[in-house]
């Protein structure tokens, strides 16, 4: 009995010291000395495309949507007035064109179009054909993200994704959209960050509908991933040449405690969750046990978001709320998770698997007093520049975000803005890293 005890002891520790052994020569967790790194040094392709991004919930204001609800039931800060950007889209573009941009990506607010089931209403998607209108006389690329985490309250409370006799719904809308703006602009992202949008609202409960369960999370994964590829197939089939795909969020987990198997394990099984599984969708067609129609290499390009890497390990969040772990030499940003460039790297190199042209769709940090923006906007721009001169094929770079904006379950207490906004007011004013990203621009256009 002792020598089957012991015995199972050693093959366990063998193979826990092999298991580790193995993560950490496969999955290095690389950190620059960044007094070292002249990350003034850049250099990017003469087409290289330069932007920022928004999306319509968290700017527009004056929305009814299954967020605006969920803010009322949760007892979060409203996302209320927001910027105002839905009556002043014309002055804000102003903005871009002072930035210099040359792409610019939002979002289509669905509950505006079609505020009760099958009662649709022009005069909103008139005013998004106006807005792509005015980027385009501005030399601006408009790319249009269909879904960034809202939708009509109606269709919540349908059961929204978690019911894939509702998908049809959700594509209707979508097309209703390509119809109209499909003349003008090139580049779709069907949807915004599907993994956030899964984990967040069925499993952390963070965000609508509030849930917390595994196995809604994993059905509504596969919805997302149907709805996807059901829209690439619809929206190809109207316009060939249209470039669609998803801005997925890479967050990159790695262990807290580099030697613990138990960290590693909670580390690669996180990271399977929220970007492996989705991948192999893509990929392969079959997505977590099943297999998803059209979904195998439903990708024009991939949108890239990348923010960090959480540290991992048991105690991972139980509680909902979001705990966040940093290395010694790692800054945490005022939404507590670190800033980590050199993942930046790591994100590129895990979506080029998907063999698409890169998108950044987003990228910032949260920073009211603008005190960390400028070193992580020229950190993520060096890392990105060497990326490129490395061969990776990355076509835009979409700053996180324009203006301050309503963080989510954060309200707006998180500020990512290249503009200060003063919501008393709705003044806008350029913060010192947006007068930064513009003198990038502006001497990267003259090469
Ligand atoms: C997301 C969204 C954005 C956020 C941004 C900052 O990633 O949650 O795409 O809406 O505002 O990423 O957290």
Not at 171 to 197: G, Q
Not at 263 to 285: E, F, K, T
Not at 363 to 389: F, K, T
Request: proline letters at 4%; one cysteine or more; a negative charge.
């Amino acid at each position: 009995m002792l020598n089957v005890f012991l015995t199972a002891m050693i093959v366990t520790l063998a193979s826990g010291t092999a298991f580790v052994l193995y993560c950490r020569w496969r999955y290095p967790e690389p950190h620059l000395n960044w007094s070292e790194v002249d990350v003034e040094s850049i250099s990017f392709p003469p087409d290289f495309l330069w932007g920022a991004a928004t999306a319509a919930h968290q700017v527009e204001g004056g929305l009814h949507n299954n967020w605006s609800v969920f803010e009322e039931s949760r007892g979060l800060e409203k996302s209320g007035e927001a910027c105002d950007h839905w009556n002043r889209w014309k002055e804000d573009f102003e903005m871009l064109s002072e930035l210099g941009l040359t792409t610019y990506r939002f979002s289509i607010e669905w509950s505006r179009l079609e505020p009760e089931p099958g009662k649709w209403d022009s005069a909103p998607l008139q005013v998004y054909s106006d807005m792509v209108d005015d980027l385009l006389n501005r030399g601006i690329r408009p790319v249009v993200t269909l879904h960034h985490f809202s939708h009509p309250a109606w269709w919540e409370d349908r059961g929204g994704f978690s019911k894939k006799e509702n998908l049809p719904e959700f594509i209707a809308y979508c097309e209703r959209v390509f119809e109209t703006l499909s003349d003008r602009v090139d580049v779709w992202c069907t949807i915004n960050e599907p993994t956030v949008f899964s984990s967040m609202g069925y499993t952390l409960g963070q965000f609508p509908p509030g849930h917390r369960s595994i196995r809604q999370t994993l059905r509504i994964m596969r919805n997302l991933m149907r709805a996807h590829a059901a829209l690439y197939a619809s929206l190809k089939s109207r316009r060939p040449d249209a470039s669609i795909g998803v801005a997925k969020n890479v967050t990159l987990f790695d262990p807290l405690n580099r030697w613990s198997p138990i960290d590693w394990a909670v580390a690669r099984l996180l990271d399977w969750l929220w970007s492996g599984a989705w991948q192999r969708g893509i990929l392969s067609g079959r997505m977590l046990g099943s297999r998803v129609r059209g979904s195998k290499n439903s990708l024009d390009f991939i949108g890239l978001n990348y923010y960090t890497h959480f540290l991992t390990g048991l105690f991972m969040p139980t509680t909902g709320e979001l705990a966040f772990a940093r290395r010694e030499n790692e800054v945490s940003t005022e939404f507590g998770y670190p800033m980590y460039a050199e993942g930046f790297r790591r994100a590129i190199e895990k979506v080029s698997v998907l063999n698409v042209p890169i998108e950044i769709t987003e990228n910032g940090v949260a920073d009211s007093n603008d005190v960390l923006r400028p070193e992580h906007l020229m950190r993520h721009l060096w890392v990105l520049s060497e990326a490129i001169s490395d061969g990776y094929d990355i076509k835009s770079f979409h700053h996180w975000s324009l203006m301050d904006n309503f963080e989510w379950a954060e309200g707006y207490s998180m500020r990512f803005g290249l503009y200060e906004v003063d919501f008393d007011t709705q003044e806008r004013n350029l913060r010192k890293s947006g007068e930064l990203y513009r003198k990038i621009i502006t001497e990267h256009m003259k090469t």
